[in-house]
């Protein structure tokens, strides 16, 4: 399992950006897909999650209204659509999938993507 994020950057408050996340090495189309963040100081933290058949999606209280979570079954790839960006939205962001692992159900992470929000 390997799953790749791009788009991070430096964005000015209220601007946006978008987020991509490769998958390799599963059946992408089968899994529920996840975003996370870590902010400076913090505990990594759910951000948004979508069904394997894209149907339904769940987001955290902070972000609801500005980010939107998506799949493309055919590129194996989820992507998150940020809007609106405020500087607490600052954090690196992990895509990550949560699967058996042949021991045990665990979560597998990309490398992470830094976005930065600020003036």
């Known amino acids: 399992v390997q799953l790749v994020e791009s788009g991070g950057g430096l964005v000015q408050p209220g601007g946006s950006l978008r987020l991509s996340c490769a998958a390799y090495g599963f059946t992408f189309s089968g899994y529920d897909m996840s975003w996370y963040r870590r902010a400076p100081g913090k505990e990594r933290a759910l951000v948004a999650t979508i069904t394997g058949n894209g149907g339904s999606t769940n987001y955290a209280d902070s972000v609801l209204g500005r980010f939107t979570i998506s799949r493309e079954d055919a590129k194996n790839t989820v992507f998150l659509q940020m809007n609106s960006l405020k500087p607490e939205d600052t954090a690196v962001y992990y895509c990550?999938?949560?699967?058996?692992?042949?021991?045990?159900?665990?979560?597998?992470w990309g490398q992470g993507t830094q976005v930065t929000v600020s003036s």
């Open positions: 990550s999938v949560r699967m058996w692992s042949g021991v045990s159900f665990r979560n597998y």
